[in-house]
């Protein structure tokens, strides 16, 4: 549902899709490998995005860590390569889905607080019930303070979204997508707004 969403806003309907905690077939751990399983990660569609997932969990261990880091930092990279003009406007959403208590806060805080300033927002969905697993998400999400780095470094904005799957299970999915996505459209604005002073473009 959440993808589903997504992709009517984009135009090209073509997706980066990377792994995290992955064992790969030469026995190393990756924290960052393309799950279509080729040099470029982009995926055309949903649809292409859940079958790399499908291939890539038939020959890919699962591993720990949960370093959150290089994917975050990853993405960054990937928003910085275009350049945002009255006339190219976009604005990145990175979907995160994870099954484990993250063991890289301190630079995952500090990768989100540099991004904050980038035309991106984070959304990260905890898959599973361990509810101890998932408590060092909500620091992420920094609705009601500013996320800091331990060098005393604030984010300009909050641009964490953080909902535990299993609080949604038995809810239409539409109302998981709608909550994920709420604090989106207030992204975009105050980045436009505040930081890059653009002007938003109308959608017709």
């Known amino acids: 549902a959440i993808g589903g969403v997504l992709q009517d806003y984009d135009s ?17 751990i990756s924290f960052n490998f393309c799950l279509n399983g080729q040099p470029n990660p982009t995926c055309a569609g949903i649809d292409g995005v859940i079958h790399a997932y499908t291939q890539a969990i038939r020959v890919i261990g699962l591993a720990g860590p949960t370093n959150f880091t290089p994917l975050i930092r990853y993405f960054m990279d990937l928003t910085r390569r275009t350049p945002l003009t009255p006339h190219t406007q976009f604005y990145n959403v990175l979907l995160i889905l994870t099954d484990g208590a993250i063991t890289d806060m301190d630079q995952t805080k500090e990768a989100i607080v540099e991004a904050s300033m980038l035309p991106m927002s984070i959304i990260i969905v905890g898959v599973g019930t361990s509810a101890a697993a998932f408590k060092a998400m909500d620091a992420l999400d920094a609705d009601n303070e500013r996320l800091t780095t331990q060098s005393g470094k604030k984010a300009v904005r909050d641009i964490v979204q ?31 707004n505040t930081i890059c002073k653009i002007k938003p473009r109308p959608s017709y």
């Open 12 to 28: 090209d309907k073509l997706f980066p899709a990377l792994g995290f905690g992955g064992r790969l077939l030469d026995g190393t």
């Open 162 to 192: 953080f909902v535990p799957f299993a609080k949604f299970v038995n809810v239409p999915p539409e109302r998981l997508a709608a909550h994920l996505l709420k604090e989106v459209p207030d992204n975009v604005v105050e980045y436009l």
